[in-house]
T-cell receptor, first 116, second 112 residues
Framework: DAGVIQSPRHEVTEMGQEVTLRCKPISGHNSLFWYRQTMMRGLELLIYFNNNVPIDDSGMPEDRFSAKMPNASFSTLKIQPSEPRDSAVYFC??????????????FGPGTRLLVL | AQSVTQPDIHITVSEGASLELRCNYSYGATPYLFWYVQSPGQGLQLLLKYFSGDTLVQGIKGFEAEFKRSQSSFNLRKPSVHWSDAAEYFCAVVLNNNDMRFGAGTRLTVKP
């Protein structure tokens, strides 16, 4: 299995620009999670989907952030407009409900975002 | 408040020495418990997990962890550390409905 795939791996942009992060979960997984990691706040859950439906977006910082999951194999996290304080590593993770591996989240390599 | 605590921000051990990383949680019920490792510039890799049953669980790379209900702990151990184990280690719990909470992490430095 290819694991969770994220793109791009690195993104440098200027304040005010739109940023789109992409994630492909592990095939067969039905839950998908977006996290943000910073030195100050550690790992924070932003939003998660179950069967392509957003379940909990309470961690999304503000209206500038939005996430979609149009199908079981693709999700995006968009920041518009971006700000320097959005600079962080953004991780996508996926898991499968049921079975011995349930609740186990597998992480992608992350996208390092720098907003100048 | 419900939380996951990793008391040690940074630990340094000599190569070949034993290692124990501490993790405590404060939840009413027994959650699912995990340890992840993150190498610099990399994502999080699952080391091991505990759901139920035998309280001593074996993971990858020679790691093991023991769940102690009475102490609300899930400490990670390795009998002999290798230089390649230098990384950041995260303890995590899942309560229900995919709600995963992470500790702040423990950074491991390995001395030659």
């Amino acid at each position: 299995d290819a694991g969770v795939i994220q793109s791009p791996r690195h993104e440098v942009t200027e304040m005010g620009q739109e940023v789109t992060l992409r994630c492909k979960p592990i095939s067969g997984h039905n839950s998908l999670f977006w996290y943000r990691q910073t030195m100050m706040r550690g790992l924070e859950l932003l939003i998660y989907f179950n069967n392509n439906v957003p379940i909990d977006d309470s961690g999304m910082p503000e209206d500038r952030f939005s996430a979609k999951m149009p199908n079981a194999s693709f999700s995006t996290l968009k920041i518009q407009p971006s700000e320097p304080r959005d600079s962080a590593v953004y991780f996508c993770a996926s898991s499968r409900a049921g079975g011995p591996d349930q609740e186990t989240q597998y992480f992608g390599p992350g996208t390092r975002l720098l907003v100048l | 408040a419900q939380s996951v605590t990793q008391p040690d921000i940074h630990i340094t051990v000599s190569e070949g020495a034993s290692l124990e990383l501490r993790c405590n949680y404060s939840y009413g019920a027994t959650p699912y418990l995990f340890w992840y490792v993150q190498s610099p510039g990399q994502g999080l890799q699952l080391l091991l997990k505990y759901f139920s049953g035998d309280t001593l669980v074996q993971g990858i790379k020679g790691f093991e962890a023991e769940f102690k209900r009475s102490q609300s702990s899930f400490n990670l151990r390795k009998p002999s550390v290798h230089w390649s184990d230098a990384a950041e280690y995260f303890c995590a719990v899942v309560l229900n409905n995919n709600d995963m909470r992470f500790g702040a992490g423990t950074r491991l430095t390995v001395k030659p």
